[in-house]
């Protein structure tokens, strides 16, 4: 979703899939100036500069998780991504780097121990309301889907896909809307999100179908067993099982609309792109080196 900058375009950015991406697949052998391990660094350098100047945002904002720990999520569910490795101590020293690269490119950036960078997209994304006409979202992680609507697309930008409302249902038989209420039933391994034992994507997808919301399915239970569900009658037995976890399961995949943004001033504004800081930006290859990225580069426009 490219234009000219008549088009009010925002570009929400979810830095954590790319600088992961970045790390384990470039070499450890890309240093900085004074030696350092840069892969991270250098790898999401050029996917700022490529996705800047494929996508020309008027708008530009991007968020960081800044803990795998200590999210409000946590406080719900302390098993919440408890699966998951700590960031290797290499890559972790290079989050400040790609963080100060966000920031010499122009944008707008986000991050905290309490709120992950999908609480912030979505703050920003509900905030920003008609103030744009289009939201990009960059991310690979599917429970940003949720936020798809007729001015909203995800792109994953590692595969090349946008998805857009049909491309949603298409991947998962459900509205964008009912990700939450189908993640909920499903469950989710990546963030260790229980959902409902037994209730597969199957499962979710056609109860989905006929009651739209969880909530729906858990108001009228005596339903299921009359629905062309296969094993319609264990199913409710589930469902009854599951009630509590099905429930923190849902709050734990929605996302923070609420998250505070520190923004003085209006929004819109704040996240205006006017292409990169170039004092800051020849700051930063100063300090780092990378000059091949310079003719990267892109320009607002």
Known sequence: MSGGRDRRHALLIDASPYLF????????????????????????????????????????????DASLQTSFRNELYPEYK??????????????DDCRALAQACGAAVFASERYEADDYIAALRARLGETVDAVTIVSSDKDLMQLVDERTTLLDAARG??????????????????????????????????????IGPKTAVALLETRRTLEAVYDDLDAIEALPIRGARSVRSKLEAGLASARLSRRLVTLAEDAPLDIDGELAEALAWGGPDSGALDAWFERLGFQTLRDRVPAAG
Request: net charge negative; aromatic share 10%.
């Open 161 to 198: 896909k946008r998805y857009d409302r049909d491309a949603v249902v298409a991947s998962f038989g459900v509205e964008p809307s009912q990700i939450g209420d189908y993640l909920a039933l499903t469950g989710d391994a990546v963030d260790n999100i229980p959902g409902v034992a037994g």
């Open 82 to 95: 408890a699966q998951r490795e700590l960031p290797p101590a290499e890559l972790e020293a290079q989050i």
């Open 21 to 64: 991406r970045a790390y384990f697949a470039l070499p450890a052998s890309i240093t900085d100036r004074s030696g350092r391990p840069s892969q991270a660094v250098y790898g999401f350098a050029d996917f700022m500069f490529r996705t800047l100047a494929e996508q020309r945002p008027t708008h530009v904002a991007v968020a960081f």
